[in-house]
């Protein structure tokens, strides 16, 4: 198995549209904290590090449970906005998986994560999530460069937006451990094929053994009975 299904996975985006989403009250007041922005983008192939890229299937969030999502910073713990209660929607459309999260209902939400978004301090998100059993597909190149594809996500824990560069700790290791797990399945791959390859040459020599051993046993049976006959001949 190119992957482990049962570990959560985090991918960092440089979301350009990570933005403050600004309403106005009829006295020019603004009156919300919301921010919107792409947690993940499709069809876009990324490095997650040299020789192993990646991209994330249309299709991937059809079958995904998203009936508790939570948004963080930097996937601290701390909870920002939630869809539980109404504050954070997620969605999907043709360019990626994308989230909308008011952030008025804390304090540190409204005068410290707004704000550093507001500044462009923050402009990177990052989602956290579990893969389904069979929802990655992979393929290796001449080169030995792994191109995978995540097809079917199981579920989304959180939404985090992102401050720093380079990715969160949390990808680096969750992409060594899948390619870790794919040279695991290549090797596998080649010692089931070379197995199979040597099933198949046994099966070929004891089909060919059966085949000289029936010929040995016609050419037998006439030689009996040419000999019975000339022994008829002669009575």
């Not at 590090?49 to 910073?73: K, L, N």
């Not at 594809?149 to 959180?158: N, P």
């Not at 290791?173 to 197995?195: F, P, Q, T, W, Y």
Request: hydrophobic share 30%; proline share 3%.
């Amino acid at each position: 198995m190119p992957y482990r299904p049962s570990e959560r996975q985090y991918r960092d985006f440089a979301v350009e549209s990570f933005q403050p989403e600004v309403r106005e009250s009829s006295d020019g007041q603004e009156q919300s904290y919301s921010v919107r922005g792409y947690f993940c983008t499709f069809r876009e192939q990324y490095e997650l590090f040299p020789g192993y890229y990646e991209e994330i299937d249309p299709h991937a969030f059809d079958q995904c449970d998203i009936s508790d999502v939570i948004m963080q910073v930097n996937h601290d713990g701390h909870v920002y906005a939630r869809n539980r209660n109404g504050s954070l929607q997620i969605t999907t459309d043709d360019h990626g998986g994308h989230c909308v999260a008011d952030l008025s209902g804390s304090k540190r939400g409204r005068e410290e994560l707004y704000e550093a978004i507001d500044n462009g301090l923050i402009d990177r998100m990052s989602f956290g999530f579990t893969i389904a059993d069979d929802g990655f597909e992979w393929e290796e190149d001449e080169d030995g460069t792994i191109h995978t594809r995540i097809t079917k996500i199981s579920k989304l824990f959180d939404v985090s937006a992102i401050a720093g560069f380079p990715a969160n700790p949390g990808t680096e290791i969750s992409a060594r451990s899948l390619h870790d797990s794919i040279i695991e399945a290549r090797n596998k791959m080649v010692e089931e094929k070379a197995a199979a390859e040597a099933a198949e040459e046994q099966r070929r020599e004891a089909e060919e053994a059966e085949k000289a051993a029936a010929e040995q046993k016609r050419k037998a049976d006439a030689r009996r009975r040419r000999a019975r006959a000339m022994q008829l001949s002669t009575i």
